[in-house]
């Protein structure tokens, strides 16, 4: 099913209901945020002359106007490209170069650092969503659905590219529609009065839970800061009922450490939709200590967004009350209509609680990546996704992820996973971040390091976390170092950048 034709059937189901709205102002219906999107679906075709299947790049921060231009784009069957407005304009000429975009949506500073950009790019055009060029594209008349193929491509996302060139996802409406199907089954049902709070980048799984939302009538709120402001936050927290949100771990620990410093509550707050990013133990039995049986977790990939696995809010805080450790290190049971196998490294079936790479199959799996068959042919398999994880189901059918394989350790012939590592130093009251990966030793071939940041005002030497480590993990697998930094190099959706740790241990040799 086509999400343009989704989104038909739900102005039809729910026109008075609202639908979009910046901050506490008053929500456009679904019937009034249509009568934008198709004149500007009109626009998009007949006055940027776009035709269908081309590629139009979102390049800004959440606002309303980056919702109404997915939906538009999907009635004009059109595909969206969309990047984090915290990238630097040269990573956005890659993408822009790469994804063969005709036109690029942009605002503020970032539309300004583009304007270089795309000078240098035939055929590209550049808009400002502030400008009157814009608001008046909804003068236009209403262009008649362009297709009703869920085989078209929708979304074409580009990975984070920590190891080289980014790659584009090609993401079908088929492929969005079951991973909006696997949301209501596997983490929560979605109602025409729940409402989604975007403070994660609508570039990433913010945009994609979206979907949900929108099929089942419900409202979805862009804040006036366009991302993650605490007080803010916790202000919508008091104005909507039944609030979810889409947000990283980092998102997570930002809530809970404002929680804890303010007297501020949350009525309204529904869950906390985890995923990115690895949600450690002791993070997660802080968030569900602090706000209640209202943290759900889930796993996937861009190429396979956040359908490979899932823990339900009620049944995470029940794991916590239960100290069930097991299952609060896992990502969860594999979600309903999606086949995970765990394979050796001859793409042999391994059993229960062995490790292996992490193999995934089923609707929600990309059709391949754009404009790289070699990428594809290695990635997706006879069907079948190599995720590139590393990890096991237990007899209990959960799913634990050890590490990317690339980031795993190999120590006098023996496997590290640094994931094991981390959680043992999270768990001492000094340490509030953690990242530990491996560094060239001639006598071990890669030893372990740990960055450590801790906690304002707190004092802790490698000694102390040394001790601390053998009370819960192999001698082994501790640290041979430890680095203590003031913060973690990350990239624009707040995953650690291993690479630049290794890079600055290499750079001190």
């Known amino acids: ?15 008075q209901r ?22 500007l679906a009109y626009w998009l075709r007949h006055e940027l002359g776009l035709q269908a299947g081309d590629r139009i790049m979102l390049a800004m921060k959440n606002c309303p106007e980056y919702m109404e231009l997915m939906l538009a784009s999907w009635h004009a069957g059109l595909c969206v490209v969309p990047v984090n407005s915290k990238l630097h304009p040269n990573e956005i000429d890659y993408m822009l170069r790469d994804s063969g975009a005709r036109a690029c949506f942009s605002q503020g500073e970032l539309l300004q650092s583009l304007q270089p950009v795309a000078a240098q790019i035939d055929g590209l055009q550049l808009v400002d969503v502030g400008s009157e060029v814009y608001r008046s594209a909804v003068d236009n008349p209403p262009l ?3 297709s009703d193929d869920d085989r078209d491509l929708a979304w074409l996302f580009y990975t984070s590219g920590t190891t080289g060139r980014p790659k584009g996802v090609m993401l079908s409406h088929a492929n969005l529609v079951s991973a909006a199907m696997h949301f209501y089954s596997d983490v929560q049902p979605v109602a025409s009065d729940d409402v989604l709070v975007h403070v994660a980048p609508m570039s990433h799984g913010s945009g994609i839970y979206s979907i949900p939302y929108f099929i089942k009538g419900a409202l979805q709120v862009v804040p006036e ?7 803010e936050l916790f202000g919508l927290f008091q104005h909507y009922d039944k609030v979810s949100l889409f947000a990283a771990p980092t998102i997570v620990q930002r809530l809970v450490h404002h929680a804890q410093q303010h007297p501020v509550s949350w009525p309204g707050l529904r869950a906390m939709l985890v995923g990115g990013a690895p949600f450690y133990v002791e993070d997660i039995k802080n968030a569900v200590q602090c706000f209640g049986p209202r943290i759900a977790q889930m796993y996937g990939q861009g190429e396979t967004p956040m359908t490979i696995s899932a823990l339900p809010a009620e049944q995470l805080a029940r794991a916590v009350t239960e100290n069930d450790t097991a299952m609060l290190a896992s990502v969860g049971f594999v979600q309903t209509a999606i086949h995970v196998a765990i394979v050796d490294g001859e793409n042999q079936p391994v059993a229960a609680g062995v490790t292996g790479e992490v193999i995934v199959r089923g609707a929600t799996v990309m059709a391949g990546y754009w404009n790289n068959p070699e990428a594809t042919q290695k990635t997706v398999v006879a069907g079948a996704l190599r995720t590139g994880d590393i990890g096991l189901l237990d007899e209990r059918g959960l799913l634990h992820l050890k590490d990317r394989s690339k980031d795993v350790i190999i120590s006098g012939g023996t496997n590290i996973y640094p994931r094991e590592v981390e959680e043992a130093l999270l768990t001492h009251e000094a340490v ?7 560094a060239p030793d001639p006598e071990w071939g890669e030893a372990v390091v740990a960055f450590v940041v801790r906690h304002p005002g707190a004092t802790v030497s490698a000694g102390e976390l040394d001790n601390h480590c053998i009370q819960s993990i192999a001698r082994f697998k501790r640290p041979k170092h430890y680095v203590f930094v003031p913060e973690f190099p990350k990239n624009s959706t707040g995953k650690v950048l291993k690479r630049e740790l290794q890079k600055s241990i290499i750079a001190k040799e």
């Not at 099913?1 to 026109?15: D, T």
């Not at 639908?19 to 198709?38: E, F, H, I, K, M």
């Not at 509030?432 to 491996?438: D, F, I, K, R, T």
């Open 1 to 15: 099913m086509n999400l343009s034709h989704l989104f038909q059937r739900s102005v039809q189901l729910y026109p």
């Open 432 to 438: 509030a971040e953690v990242s530990v990966v491996g």
């Open 225 to 231: 800061s366009g991302g993650l402001d605490e007080a």
């Open 18 to 39: 609202p639908a979009l709205a910046r901050g506490t102002d008053s929500a456009l219906t679904y019937s009034a945020l249509n009568q934008r999107v198709r004149p």
């Open 144 to 146: 008649k659905p362009a």
